[in-house]
Nanobody, 115 residues
């Protein structure tokens, strides 16, 4: 399985843009896998943001729930995130039936929010 993030590197605070994770070598609708977004703000550790399941259900970190939106396009085998903060954003695939453990990562993409 390979994951590749894409999207704008620079975002203005008022803009609503999306990061896209394109998955190859596996299907995002395969049962019991979760497709996850993880971020690393400058000078901080990794932070689990949320995930979308094989069935399309979404799960969010309680601290970010009001500010995080994850969706998917099954026809393109992609899932997306609307970032709001400066950070390196990673998409990742969970291990079987465990939303908290991931085994494949994208390379990460830097998003800078600045006016």
């Amino acid at each position: 399985v390979q994951l590749q993030e894409s999207g704008p590197g620079l975002v203005k605070p008022s803009q609503t843009l999306s990061l896209t994770c394109t998955v190859s070598g596996g299907s995002i609708i395969t049962t019991s896998y979760y497709w996850t977004w993880i971020r690393q703000p400058p000078g901080k550790g990794l932070e689990w943001m949320g995930a979308i399941s094989y069935s399309g259900s979404t799960y969010y970190s309680p601290s970010l729930k009001s500010r995080t939106s994850i969706s998917r396009d099954t026809s393109k085998n992609q899932f997306t995130l609307k970032p709001e903060d400066t950070a390196v954003y990673y998409c990742a695939k969970s291990v079987y039936s465990n939303i908290w453990a991931v085994d494949y990562w994208g390379q990460g993409t830097q998003v800078t929010v600045s006016s």
